[in-house]
């Protein structure tokens, strides 16, 4: 459009008509300034969500952690390392607990080094090799605990280094790009065409070539479909951050157009259904249960010291984890200036948690004591393991942990050991002699409101399933409570790992509760949905977690709880790890591509009695009723009316009342194309009659091309107006608020109004004087060409309130 304008421009200065020459040039700057504000309002959204999505950093600071931005670390910051994070900057490792960072990102080498500390500083250490203390920007720490003192950020980092090589980064065009692309091709191949046409017709049949060129270009800028892209730009990056503001990340901008399609929503219990706000408020040893109302107000029984004492030994002194921060709450306030609490004891070894054996054991030394102390703690199953219990006591536990699950309570067991210096510590947890202590049951209240949003995904034909760490009973009683359908049925995870695939494609037709899932398992469950044709949503946290997220056709990672791993592998950031907040996310995406096809409809149809009025004339040897300048004043209207008035357009009524759409279901599909096709040549047909009617009625040049840009103009905001809602009337249409729309349509009426009515602008434009019963013919020439549609829509609407009242 911009080359367009300069060439039509530059071929009225050659002609000597500097007006003209002037006043289009003039439309260039114009072009140039709503360009700018689009872009600016687009990269105003991009930037908010890089901030967004920059990798996180736990800090210490002023003895406070804190989440922060990765590149808001500054040197000498003390940096938290966990299982899963990315290294934020270089740093030297001041302490560590089983760290093992992969350095492939600087190294090549796939093999996770182990970190240790020295006690003292080292300098000039390169990546690569065991037992260093050095960790490195970028890396992936894959296991253990560690912290560390930041030394080099930014450009000076290794990472940093290796950046300053990087030219470009060119990424691959989604398919709705590709789509986009294509149809801009083919509309602008044949206008270019046609343009040639008109040039080589006018040439011949009027001997004047210069005019033909301006006729040719007039012709192919009312062909030329330039608003797709900046439309597609602009909607999929103002909606991503729309979502952004109902705490969802978009990372990946082509997840906005995909959630409109889910069929499955993967959810996890903790934190997305529930508050993931954990609280001890039961405990179980051999001589019965203890209920606890408040553990900030706990007189807890002697009996039961012994079993937070060990649940807190065999948790992380600085806890992340919601559930050891529970155990430590208690524990501060339950066994305070009691024997119990061991602020002297040292850590020499932590056992993590691993696929084989789901718990963790921490080994302790005393001061006094001339042995170790080791506490472990983790899933019942692995407890009653490590400590080799019978079958009877198995099931008589078994028996507990159901009672305990069937109030709603998380249950981890808890077990001590002691082990004497003579030899060496063993490699795995099942070497020591462990004895069983107890139970610990921790609630997590259920969000409020989940039930409603899981409503609203079953009106919006989408199935929710619940995936859970925990027991089949607590799961099953989360899932009633929420309203899940079809909530008796559960599958754990060791039967998931037990069937085939074709078995597992059978079971998740209509298993919605899966119990006791590990990561890996989540993968087979997304496979077998997929297998199965649906689209699936699938939420995750951990490293593990990261190919199920990868897999999913919408990666939902957790923003709160989640690892940079599990973000990197995701599509979207859950940022307050809400279930509300996904359903929200999906909400918005279907109204993302209802107003993306609602343009499309709008463009096509707006450019063809446009075009129309730029070639018929020619044709019949009549004068040219449109001109550059002409076309470029409606290109003002048409680039915000697309870009702007549609993109804020609220969503349909029944935009979570009807079936996900289908992933192939293009955005220019027959349904919209021949929408916009009937939309335009209805008000072309009515706008060519009533230009033939002016002339027949004697009418001169000025006076023809004045009735018709003036009805154009009107046509134009009447199919803005309809095009706002395709099920609403256009009575409820006007009286819904859309700032942008009155903005445009004021602002479209007043300048209007003064190329028809200024004397220099009416010579620049060619135009005589409308009266006002000629501008009510206007008028209605612009409701005529929208009223079909408005018909159609009455009679649609009429038609689904009589089936929703038979049935």
């Known amino acids: ?395 008589s536990l078994t028996n507990k942990i159901n009672m305990m699950a069937k109030d709603n309570l998380r249950v981890i067991a808890v077990a001590k050991a002691y082990f004497k210096k003579e030899t060496d510590l063993p490699l795995k947890q099942h070497d020591f002699d462990f004895h069983f202590l107890g139970l610990i049951g921790l609630t997590d209240p259920i969000r409020p409101d989940v039930d409603e949003a899981i409503k609203e995904c079953y009106r919006a034909g989408i199935r929710v399933v619940m995936i859970t760490g925990d027991y089949p009973n607590t799961a099953l009683n989360i899932a009633k409570q929420i309203g899940l359908s079809s909530p008796d049925g559960v599958l754990t995870g060791t039967e998931v790992s037990k069937m085939n695939e074709k078995e597992l494609k059978n079971k998740v037709k209509n298993i919605n509760v899966f119990a006791r899932m590990v990561p890996e398992q989540k993968l087979l469950l997304v496979n077998a949905l997929k297998d199965e044709k649906e689209i699936v949503a699938m939420t995750g946290d951990g490293v593990n977690d990261a190919p199920a997220l990868k897999s999913a056709h919408i990666g939902v990672a957790m923003g709160g709880r989640g690892t940079d791993v599990a973000r990197e592998a995701s599509d979207l950031v859950l940022l307050d790890d809400n279930f509300i907040s996904i359903v929200k996310a999906v909400r918005l995406g279907r109204r993302i591509f209802d107003n993306l096809k609602k343009a499309v409809v709008y463009i096509l149809a707006v450019h063809i009695p446009i075009a129309g009025m730029s070639l018929i004339p020619l044709f019949f040897n009549l004068p040219l009723v449109l001109m550059p300048v002409h076309i470029a004043f409606l290109e003002l209207i048409i680039d915000p009316a697309c870009s702007i008035v549609l993109e804020v357009e609220k969503e349909e009524a029944n935009v979570m009342k009807r079936p996900p759409r289908s992933l192939k279901e293009p955005l220019a599909n027959k349904r919209n194309i021949l929408l916009g096709l009937l939309q335009g040549f209805s008000a072309l047909t009515i706008i060519l009659t009533i230009f033939f009617a002016v002339l027949f009625w004697g009418k001169n040049e000025a006076d023809a091309r004045t009735f018709v840009f003036a009805s154009l103009v009107i046509t134009n905001l009447g199919l803005i107006l309809t095009n706002r809602s395709w099920s609403r009337s256009l009575k409820e249409i006007f009286l819904s608020k859309n700032k942008s729309f009155w903005l445009v349509s004021i602002l479209t009426i007043f300048f209007l109004l003064c190329v028809l009515y200024t004397p220099f602008l009416q010579k620049i434009f060619f135009f005589s004087t409308l009266h006002l019963i000629d501008l009510t013919l206007c008028l209605l020439i612009g409701l005529l060409s929208i009223l079909w549609f408005e018909a159609l829509k009455s009679f649609i609407n009429n038609k689904k309130t009589t089936n929703s009242n038979i049935e």
Request: hydrophobic fraction near 45%; charge should be negative.
């Open 1 to 395: 459009m911009f080359i367009l304008l300069l060439g039509g421009g530059g071929i009225y200065l050659i002609l000597g008509d500097l007006k003209e020459a002037v006043i289009l040039l003039s439309f260039v700057f114009v072009v140039i300034s709503i360009t700018f504000f689009q872009e600016k309002k687009t990269e105003n959204s991009l930037e908010a969500l890089r901030n967004l999505s920059s990798p996180r950093a736990l800090v210490l600071r002023d003895g406070v952690q804190e989440r922060i931005a990765g590149r808001e670390v500054v040197r000498e910051d003390i940096v938290i390392l966990t299982e899963g994070d990315r290294v934020p900057a270089d740093a030297f490792v001041m302490s560590s607990s089983n760290l093992l960072v992969d350095e492939s990102l600087l190294t090549g080498e796939s093999m996770a080094v182990r970190k240790t500390s020295t006690g003292k500083e080292i300098k000039d250490m390169r990546p690569g090799g065991d037992d260093l203390p050095f960790v490195y920007s970028g890396t992936l720490v894959v296991q253990g605990y560690g912290i560390a003192k930041v030394t080099s950020i930014g450009i000076n980092t290794e990472i940093g280094k290796i950046g300053k090589a990087l030219k470009s980064i060119k990424s691959e065009k989604t398919l709705l790009e590709k789509e986009t692309k294509k149809l801009v091709f083919t509309l602008a191949t044949l206008g270019i065409f046609l343009s040639l046409v008109v040039v080589v017709t006018y040439g011949l049949t009027r001997h004047d070539w210069l005019h033909g060129i301006l006729a040719g270009i007039t012709f192919v800028m009312a062909m030329l479909p330039e608003e797709f892209p900046v439309v597609l730009t602009i909607f999929l990056a103002i909606g991503a951050w729309r979502i952004s503001k109902n705490n969802v990340l978009t990372r990946k901008i082509p997840a906005v157009e995909t959630l409109g399609s889910a069929t499955v929503l993967c959810v996890d219990k903790t934190g997305t259904l529930t508050l993931n706000k954990m609280s001890v408020s039961k405990l179980f040893v051999v001589g019965g249960f203890y209920d606890i109302p408040n553990p900030k107000k706990c007189d807890l029984l002697e009996e039961f010291h012994e079993l937070v004492e060990f649940g807190f030994l065999a948790s992380q002194k600085d806890a992340f984890d919601t559930m050891e921060k529970a155990i430590k709450d208690l524990s501060d306030h339950a066994l305070a200036n009691t024997e119990h609490i061991h602020k002297d004891w040292r850590l020499v070894k932590e056992y993590t948690l691993s696929r084989e054996l789901l718990s963790v054991s921490h080994v302790w030394q005393s001061p006094e004591g001339d042995g170790y102390v080791i506490a472990a703690k983790g899933a019942p199953e692995s407890i009653f393991d490590l400590c080799h219990l019978t079958e009877q006591e198995q099931a």
